[in-house]
């Protein structure tokens, strides 16, 4: 369609026509002769005039409309200086680029031109990350809520300087909201650092990717032992020194590893432990980036990628109990529930200057700094990239290179303008750097995953909805 037609996407379902509507960030249903017409099968003319009424209806309660975004610029780049000045509203300082597991799809461990960075037994000195706390206070003005998160390699391998930073930052950020928070292998918990945790209220994520089977594999210490049987007991001591406050302050985190058949991997909550504990767990994919073989192929995981959608589905529409659901399954329950709410109704339409969503203001949100003192967007972000580097702790933000990062969609303006995923994308500059360039081949293969999960999201949605109206007829006549 031309950019002068409707701004919408259609799709069907098995029992109906719908389009999604750009501009209302809306689903709306639609005969099939609406929606043959918006789809470009058949001409505006060959409409009955029943069918010329329902579009001319819509098009009075403002859907159906053409605009696209006149100037392709994300909404804070005009605001970058006093945001950045600010507003920063987390430090993540990297304590260390040392750790003593050798994981199978650790970033930093050497895969190629995939690598973000090597291992090394870098650690962070006192005065960087003393420079990176006073360098956050005064960037965080406007924050009544602050978190100071510790990342590695494995964070507890420079203990000393955690310890010295957190009584640093209790006295220096008096009068704010202060958390603290750190990802931690597990291995390395000993009870002094157990009780520098609880008496500091610290949240802690464990990184346990399933049964010693399962972990075993893909999370080996350097002499090639598996790491589960130490993360696992350290687990359980923590979860006691925390008492009953354990479920606000102890979390895991698991990744799958598309090769293992996801079952196997939750047969870790068969253990009697989370019998008694329930554990705040999150779930993720391993990045396919980081695998030996990028696009593994197994039947196992789609198989049960097929079955738990299912269940996921059937939860919605009121079909499965809760307690049938695993971890993941929840997670992308409660994600479905907000979406349909959030695709009911009508929004404003598109403003004249805008950016798909994605990127966030880097440093802004998750200020990450490395061990000399260098900074970068986030922790997820390739550290040998010159061009991720938003200047020092010592000198400052490069804003240039922040207003650069904010509007990738620079690399493919009339792409994002007509793209019906303008509103929801998800592509961040992750996802295009490549050796210190951004890559537009990268950026239009991420752009076609973005838009097939969005596609993927409004059928669900849709149909969700059809079985709910079909079941309230069925049930109230």
Not at 107 to 114: E, F, T, V
Not at 192 to 214: C, H, K, Q, T, Y
Request: proline fraction near 4%; charged fraction near 25%.
């Amino acid at each position: 369609m031309s950019s002068s037609a409707p701004f919408v996407h259609c799709f069907k379902t098995i029992n109906g026509f719908y389009f999604y509507d750009v501009n209302k960030d809306t689903i709306v249903s639609v005969d099939e002769a609406v929606f043959n017409w918006l789809n470009g099968d058949i001409p505006y003319d060959s409409l009955d005039d029943r069918a010329r009424v329902r579009v001319e209806r819509m098009k009075a309660k403002g859907l159906l409309s053409d605009k696209r975004v006149k100037v392709l610029q994300h909404v804070d780049t005009k605001n970058i200086h006093y945001k950045l000045e600010n507003q920063v509203e987390m430090l993540i300082l990297q304590v260390t680029q040392a750790c003593n597991l050798t994981c199978s799809y650790c970033p930093y461990a050497y895969k190629g031109d995939k690598v973000s960075r090597s291992h090394s037994n870098k650690m962070m000195s006192w005065e960087v990350a003393k420079q990176a706390i006073d360098f956050y206070y005064a960037h965080c003005g406007d924050m009544n809520e602050t978190c100071l998160t510790f990342y590695g390699g494995e964070p507890f391998l420079n203990f000393p300087v955690i310890r010295k930073s957190v009584e640093y930052a209790r006295e220096l950020f008096q009068g704010k909201g202060l958390l603290f928070q750190v990802t931690t292998n597990g291995t390395v918990v000993t009870d002094e650092v157990i009780d520098f945790l609880v008496s500091n209220r610290f949240d802690v994520m464990f990184s346990i990717d399933g049964p010693a089977s399962i972990h075993d594999v893909n999370r080996k210490m350097k002499t090639g032992a598996g790491s589960f049987d130490l993360a696992f007991a350290n687990l359980k001591k923590l979860v006691n020194a925390y008492g009953e406050a354990y479920k606000e302050h102890v979390s895991m985190n698991m990744v799958l590893n598309p090769e293992n058949d996801p079952a196997d991997v939750f047969r870790l909550f068969d253990d009697p432990f989370f019998h008694t504990y329930s554990i705040q767990s999150y779930i993720h994919v391993a990045d396919r980036d980081m695998l030996e073989d990028p696009f593994p192929d197994s039947v196992a995981f789609r198989d049960y990628l097929t079955t738990r959608g299912t269940y996921q589905l059937y939860n919605l529409l009121g079909m499965v109990s809760e307690n049938k659901l695993n971890e993941l399954d929840r997670k992308n329950v409660f994600k479905y529930q907000r979406k349909i709410e959030d695709y009911h109704g009508l929004k404003q339409d598109l403003p004249e200057e805008a950016a798909p969503s994605g990127p966030c203001i880097p440093g802004k949100k998750r200020l990450f700094v490395d061990t000399e003192g260098y900074m970068y967007p986030c922790e997820r972000v390739n550290e040998l990239s010159e061009m991720l580097r938003l200047g020092s702790v010592f000198d400052g933000f490069d804003e240039e290179k922040v207003s650069n990062i904010l509007n990738v969609c620079d690399l493919t303006p009339e792409k994002c303008r007509n793209c019906f995923a303008f509103r929801h994308c998800s592509i961040c500059i992750k996802a295009v750097e490549y050796k210190d360039t951004l890559s537009v081949e990268l950026r239009n293969r991420h752009c076609e995953q973005a838009k097939a999960s969005m596609e993927r999201d409004l059928r669900i949605c849709a149909l969700v909805k059809e079985y709910r109206q079909i079941y309230s007829e069925e049930n109230h006549g």
